[in-house]
């Protein structure tokens, strides 16, 4: 059980054009998802924190307006990168978690991942 | 804030030998920590995880990881290191009480010689 599925697994789009990235909970229901974006031989960095019916929270840093998020139904979240550079170019995780309230021994499960590459 | 520091970007060790990699962490409250593997162009995937209870705590695939508390680590071990241990180890910490976001470290890279 808990499984999330993200897709695409690669995308290769021109410069200038839009990204979409999906992130599905398949056997739970995912009030609370994360957006992450890892450089090369780096560590994950969040750069979102997206609830379930209203607007994703945004980490220092990162352009709410480049990188959209709709978390529309508490089993899909979406990452739009607009726009695209080739600065863009990186791979990008997404994480689901299970189970609500705070503090609560709840669980995490990550998506396979997405390469974009911006050309 | 919180933050994760694993101090060697790579560890190597022979096949059949014991393997650790080190983490060390920052947090206001109680740590839950966590240990992830990522092989290549592919997602984490959880190892296991210390929330509260016993310090020494067993996960996937013969990994170990112990919590100490006074020095503020959480390393992660195996007895008998696997070629197919290989891989990129990540070390992630959450606040225990009201934490939402996992933070984590840089990563190391575990080569296993055979």
């Known amino acids: 059980g808990a499984v999330v599925s993200q897709h695409p697994s690669r995308v290769i789009c021109k410069s200038g054009t839009s990204v979409k990235i999906e992130c599905r909970s398949l056997?739970?229901?995912?009030?609370?998802m994360f957006w992450y974006r890892q450089f090369p031989k780096q560590s994950l960095m969040l750069m979102a924190t997206?609830?379930?019916?209203?607007?994703?929270?945004?980490e220092q840093g990162v352009e709410k307006d480049k990188f959209l998020i709709n978390h529309a139904s508490l089993t899909l979240s979406t990452l739009t990168v607009t726009s695209a550079h080739p600065e863009d170019s990186s791979f990008y995780i997404c994480?689901?978690?299970?189970?609500?309230?705070?503090?609560?021994?709840?669980?995490?499960?990550f998506g396979s991942g997405t390469r974009l590459t911006v050309v | 804030a919180q933050s994760v520091a694993q101090p060697e970007d790579q560890v190597n060790v022979a096949e059949g030998n014991p393997l650790t990699v080190k983490c060390t962490y920052s947090?206001?409250?109680?740590?839950?920590l966590f240990w992830y593997v990522q092989y290549p162009n592919r997602g984490l995937q959880f190892l296991l995880k210390?929330?509260?209870?016993?310090?020494l705590v067993k996960g996937s695939y013969g990994f170990e990881a112990e919590f100490n508390k006074s020095q503020t680590s959480f390393h992660l071990k195996k007895p008998s290191a696997l070629v197919s241990d290989s891989a990129l180890y990540f070390c992630?910490?959450?606040?225990?009480?009201?934490?939402?976001?996992?933070?984590f470290g840089a990563g190391t890279r575990l080569f296993v010689k055979a």
């Open positions: 992630a910490v959450r606040e225990g009480t009201g934490g939402f976001k996992t933070i």
């Open positions: 997206s609830n379930e019916g209203s607007k994703a929270t945004y």
């Open positions: 947090v206001s409250g109680n740590p839950y």
């Open positions: 210390y929330i509260t209870g016993d310090n």
């Open positions: 056997d739970f229901q995912a009030t609370t």
């Open positions: 994480s689901a978690r299970r189970g609500t309230g705070s503090g609560a021994n709840y669980g995490y499960t």
